[in-house]
Each structure stands twice: as C-alpha cells, then as structure tokens.
C-alpha cells in the first residue's frame, strides 16, 4: 500500500518527490532530444546525450512497471491513454537497441511522447482531459457537421468558379482546400474567387466559419467549468 501511495498518490511528501523527480527526468529527455538534433556534435557529447537517454530509458521503465504493478486493475491501465503514453515513451528506445536499420529508427520519433507523461502530473492538463470526455460527443457530432459544411462549401465555389478558374477549381477535391482555408477563415489567399457569384458565396461561408471556429470553444469552455466543478 506504501508503494501505490508513491506512485499514485501525491499527497504525501514521498509521493509530491517521485512525481517531481519523474517530472524533471521528462524535461531532461526533451532537451537531451533536442539537443541531438544539432548539427556537428562532438563524439563526447554524443556520448553524454547517450547516456541521457539510457538512464531516463531506465527510470521511464522502472516508471511503468511500478504503476503497472501498483494499479488496481492492469488492464484497464496498460489500454488507458497514460499508460500508452508511459509505454510509448520508452518502447521506441526497445525496438531500435541493436538494430542498424534506419528505417526503425523513426520510431525514435516517438519519444516526443514524452512530453505528453507531463499531464499526467499537471491537474490543469487532467481538468482538460475530462472536459474533452464531457464534451466527447457533442464534438463529434459538430466534427461531422463541420465536414458536411466543408464538402458543400467545396462542391458550391467549384460549380461558380470552376468555368472561371478551371486550372484551381478543376474538381470537387481540387476546391476542398479553398474550403478548408475559408471555413477556418485562415484565407491564405492562394487560391481565390474571382466570379461575383464566387465571392458571394464566400461571404455566406465565412459567415458559417466564424462558427466553426466559436462552437467548439464554447463546447470545451463550458465542459471545463464542469471539470472545474467536480474537482
């Protein structure tokens, strides 16, 4: 019971360091990571960073098989997004110890997963993962909403623009960036209307795009101040 205290517990003093302490390992493998992306290194601060990497590897494993241990059930933990996220920032360092093949070593990319283990020690972070569970599907009904609006709005300035512009608009598929740029009212400017039909209705879906952009803010806004409530 001590054990799980420490590992999953923060209100104690052994618990607050063994979060610290992980918490500070994690930033010490972002920045040995960043660091090995300069070019030029020296073969001694390769050897450094090497080492960086191996003991934050080690104590990211002994990390995972703690709380593998210690939880309650070891399922639900290994399938659960913090221990996907505490496996997948170790595992890459695995799959490409001893294996010259440059192709596995993309999978050193992932230990920008690292990163993401940050939230599970920060209460803010963990606030904003249960408004998005709130909010899960109200976002998903607004994402599908949000892609009708993106495959009309394209289908709509190909038929206006298309005799125009054949070269931009040349299919639906070809006019899908036009529309992504406008809903999102980016508006690179690339590719433009140039018809008045065009250009009017741009105006209505601009129109529509200032709520694709507000909609899912007040649904998130509002799923917060529920997670705030139940903490």
């Not at 001590?2 to 999953?8: F, T, Y």
């Not at 997948?88 to 990163?115: K, M, N, T």
């Not at 904003?128 to 949000?146: C, D, K, P, S, Y």
């Not at 206006?160 to 690179?188: C, I, K, N």
Request: hydrophobic residues 55%.
């Amino acid at each position: 019971m001590k054990m799980k205290q420490i590992v999953e517990g923060a209100d104690t003093l052994a618990g607050r360091a063994f979060d610290l302490s992980i918490q500070a390992m994690i930033v010490v493998s972002i920045v040995a990571f960043s660091v090995e992306t300069l070019p030029n290194l020296e073969p001694k601060t390769q050897s450094v960073l090497a080492a960086i990497e191996l003991i934050c590897v080690a104590i990211f494993t002994v990390e995972y098989i703690l709380r593998f241990a210690v939880a309650d059930d070891r399922v639900q933990f290994v399938t659960s997004f913090f221990g996907v996220i505490d496996l997948l920032a170790v595992l890459p360092f695995y799959l490409s110890l001893g294996i010259d093949l440059r192709s596995v070593r993309a999978f050193r990319l992932l230990r920008l997963f690292r990163i993401l283990k940050l939230a599970r020690y920060n209460k803010a972070v963990q606030r904003f993962h249960r408004a998005m569970v709130i909010a899960r599907e109200e976002l998903i009904l607004f994402g599908a909403v949000a892609l009708i609006l993106l495959y009309l709005s394209s289908v709509g300035i190909y038929y206006f623009e298309r005799d125009a512009q054949p070269e931009a608009f040349q299919s639906v598929f070809h006019s899908m960036w036009w529309a992504v740029a406008t809903l999102t009212t980016v508006g690179y400017g690339d590719i433009y209307p140039v018809t008045v039909g065009g250009r009017c209705f741009t105006f209505f879906v601009l129109l529509v795009g200032l709520g694709i952009v507000s909609v899912p803010a007040g649904l998130v806004a509002s799923a917060l101040s529920k997670a705030r409530e139940d903490d």
